[in-house]
């Protein structure tokens, strides 16, 4: 490499100056992870903001699948079945974000009982987290282990319909609640129930469950109320 006058490095032309590897290599890295972190970011944005248009798409999708989960028998594919119309009960809920303005009106008095975070934490952890589970137990442990994610949605209906009455209006959720939680549901409590012969303590362990789930959401509203009101 030739030097010139003042001891710099001379360039003859078309050469480009480049910095130190390490340099070049630290800066590109520290790019790199800023870059992953931001679609890492970006994507739990969208998620939490489109949720509910993801699972109406997923429900579709496990609907398809259900005939060769039928091969595994009619009771195990009932207890797959609760899923995917969870879903799409999830849709006409959370549409255009329907029930959280709702509960945070009729709930809330105004205030922000529930956020978008929340929303979305409480449904797909309280949601699709149990059923999933609740399928695993009963594929690989007992088959009455299916009866939590049977429960679940027949308690959830049974709350749209409460409040219907109560309030003497529509609340989100309420036309899949009638139109697929309580047919398939019902009707997949008689088969599985049969077909694990349950026992009434595995049918109190399963609704105490979806009672359990509900009481923490619960929790959470009053919670979040306390807070905002200090």
């Given at each position: 490499m030739r030097l010139t006058g003042d001891g710099s490095p001379y360039l003859a032309s078309g050469e480009i100056e480049t910095a130190p590897d390490d340099e070049a290599g630290s800066s590109g890295s520290l790019e790199l992870n800023r870059g992953h972190a931001g679609l890492a970011s970006g994507g739990m944005r969208w998620l939490i903001r489109e949720w509910p248009?993801?699972?109406?798409?997923?429900?579709?999708?496990?609907?398809?699948?259900?005939?060769?989960?039928?091969a595994l028998g009619l009771p195990l594919a009932l207890v797959y079945l609760q899923l995917p119309l969870y879903m799409?009960?999830?849709?006409?809920?959370?549409?255009?974000?329907?029930?959280?303005?709702?509960?945070n009106q009729v709930i809330g008095g105004g205030r922000e009982a529930f956020t978008p975070r929340a929303i979305?934490?409480?449904n797909s952890a309280g949601v699709w987290g149990v059923d999933l589970l609740a399928l695993f137990l009963a594929y690989y442990g007992n088959l009455a282990w299916g009866l939590i994610a049977i429960y679940l949605p027949l308690l959830n209906g049974l709350s749209h319909v409460a409040a219907t009455v109560a309030l003497r209006r529509y609340n989100p959720g309420l036309w899949t609640s009638l139109a697929l939680f309580f047919p398939f549901g019902i009707w997949?409590?008689?088969?599985?129930?049969?077909?694990?012969?349950?026992?009434?303590?595995?049918?109190?362990?399963?609704?105490?469950?979806?009672i359990a789930v509900h009481a923490?959401?619960?929790?959470?509203?009053k919670l979040r109320l306390r807070r905002l009101a200090r």
């Open positions: 248009y993801a699972a109406l798409f997923t429900a579709a999708f496990l609907l398809v699948l259900l005939p060769f989960i039928g799409i009960h999830q849709f006409e809920e959370h549409d255009r974000d329907r029930f959280r303005i709702f509960a979305f934490v409480i997949a409590l008689v088969v599985v129930s049969a077909a694990s012969q349950a026992t009434p303590g595995a049918h109190i362990a399963a609704v105490a469950i979806a923490l959401i619960l929790l959470h509203v």
